[in-house]
């Protein structure tokens, strides 16, 4: 069977927990937009062999997938194979406003589906779909504050939901929600952000500073296990770890004493500080979600490419993230911590291997199909490293 390339990219509410994940697909010969441009069969057949292979269970949990439909699945021969309540069917901004489109659109709705216009930005043959859809996607990239300001007030007499996407700044994401919007997408959610600022909150030192701690140089196990001993919840969560399927143990750990010397100093000090991290609760759930997946991603990728020192891959990848969990920039919050030269290469310019592996990991979150062929990696590698990340992601994320 051919390779199937998909991504996702999550979609917030209001109060920042995710909605939905805009499903992105990419065939083969480095397309490298955020979507399938081409409306004919073979696109649409690389979409259902997707879902076939994958299934939305695994990509999206019991959230809703936002997929862009071609003109095919309107009001061509194929079906839309997925249930009403799971998914958002997308218009591409460039389907035009014809009387089977319009009749489509509206049998959908009728069937129970759910419809998004995507990239809406006032264009004339979008206007005769405002009132047949559910949602609304403007692209607030396309827009300056007063045009965005216009484009709302006129969206309001519709009975539509809206929904900004490209938001890629702070600032955006301030104004779009104090302009009403409902849900939110963009480089500035869906991606760790650095936060302009002198210096890190005070209400981030304790968890950088554990860090920090299990990053000395020089650390032992006697040093680790004091220190997680002195932190219950950590304890807690560890040894619920360790006692948890992903490890092939035939008796039970009961102690951090046991845990330590199991895993040994550079495993331990990865995953106490993947718990350490999830300790901050005023964050996006999907924020700490997303790391998991890229720290879990960047580690199989490197194994499956033959490299060693697979925790150092794990490393890069969560700590990629440690900018938008601290709220400082990542220069800041990286010199506070005793990291290696390898490491800090890494994460502030993608040199050696393990930049160069979450470099891959950063353009398959994007979806840039090109760049990763280009670079020599092989897709199926990828997508399967990402498919077991997501599946151990849920697995640890369900024993916290």
């Known amino acids: 069977m051919d390779d199937v390339f998909v991504a996702r990219q999550p979609i917030f509410s209001r109060d920042l927990s995710v909605y939905g994940y805009e499903l992105l697909f990419r065939e083969t010969g480095g397309v490298e937009e955020a979507r399938f441009v081409n409306g004919d069969q073979a696109t649409s057949q690389v979409i259902l062999n997707a879902f076939t292979v994958v299934g939305l269970d695994q990509l999206v949990?019991?959230?809703?997938?936002?997929?862009?439909?071609?003109?095919?699945?309107?009001?061509?021969?194929?079906?839309?194979?997925?249930?009403?309540?799971?998914?958002?069917?997308?218009?591409?901004?460039?389907?035009?406003?014809?009387?089977?489109?319009?009749?489509?659109?509206?049998?959908?709705?009728?069937?129970?589906?759910?419809?998004?216009?995507?990239?809406?930005?006032g264009a004339r043959q979008q206007q005769a779909f405002l009132s047949r859809v559910d949602i609304v996607k403007v692209d607030v990239a396309?827009?300056?504050?007063?045009?965005?300001?216009?484009t709302v007030e006129d969206l309001r007499r519709y009975d539509v939901r809206l929904l900004a996407e490209k938001v890629e700044t702070q600032e955006m994401f301030e104004l779009c929600r104090d302009l009403g919007f409902d849900y939110f997408q963009g480089f500035f959610l869906?991606?760790?952000?650095?936060?302009?600022?002198?210096?890190?909150?005070?209400?981030?030192?304790?968890?950088?500073?554990?860090?920090?701690?299990?990053?000395?140089?020089?650390?032992?196990?006697?040093?680790?296990?004091?220190?997680?001993s002195s932190d219950v919840s950590l304890s807690y969560k560890l040894l619920r770890y360790m006692n948890s399927a992903f490890f092939p143990i035939h008796r039970r750990i009961d102690s951090i004493h046991q845990a330590v010397v199991?895993?040994?100093?550079?495993?331990?000090?990865?995953?106490?500080?993947?718990?350490?991290?999830?300790?901050?609760?005023?964050?996006?759930?999907?924020?700490?979600?997303?790391?998991?997946?890229?720290?879990?991603?960047?580690?199989?990728?490197a194994e499956r490419q033959g490299y060693a020192s697979g925790n150092t891959y794990f490393t890069v990848g969560l700590f990629s993230g440690l900018d938008a969990l601290m709220d400082a920039s990542l220069d800041e919050v990286l010199m506070a911590l005793p990291l290696s030269n390898e490491v800090v290469d890494a994460l502030l310019r993608h040199q050696g291997k393990p930049g160069q592996i979450l470099e891959c990991v950063l353009h398959y979150e994007l979806g840039e199909w090109g760049w990763i062929e280009q670079a020599g990696y092989r897709p199926a590698v990828v997508i399967q490293s990402y498919l077991d990340a997501i599946d151990w992601a849920r697995e640890i994320a369900a024993r916290w």
């Open 190 to 228: 869906s991606r760790p952000r650095t936060v302009r600022g002198s210096s890190i909150p005070t209400s981030r030192l304790p968890t950088l500073n554990l860090i920090a701690r299990l990053y000395q140089p020089n650390v032992d196990l006697r040093d680790l296990e004091q220190l997680i």
């Open 142 to 150: 396309q827009l300056d504050v007063l045009r965005l300001r216009t």
């Open 262 to 301: 199991y895993l040994g100093v550079r495993e331990l000090q990865a995953w106490a500080s993947l718990l350490a991290m999830a300790s901050v609760t005023d964050k996006p759930s999907e924020l700490m979600t997303t790391l998991m997946v890229r720290a879990r991603m960047c580690q199989q990728l």
């Open 61 to 121: 949990g019991r959230r809703r997938a936002f997929i862009n439909l071609t003109r095919e699945f309107l009001v061509g021969s194929l079906r839309v194979p997925f249930p009403a309540e799971r998914v958002v069917l997308e218009l591409l901004e460039d389907l035009p406003a014809e009387p089977d489109m319009l009749e489509a659109v509206e049998r959908f709705r009728a069937a129970g589906y759910l419809v998004s216009l995507d990239d809406y930005a």
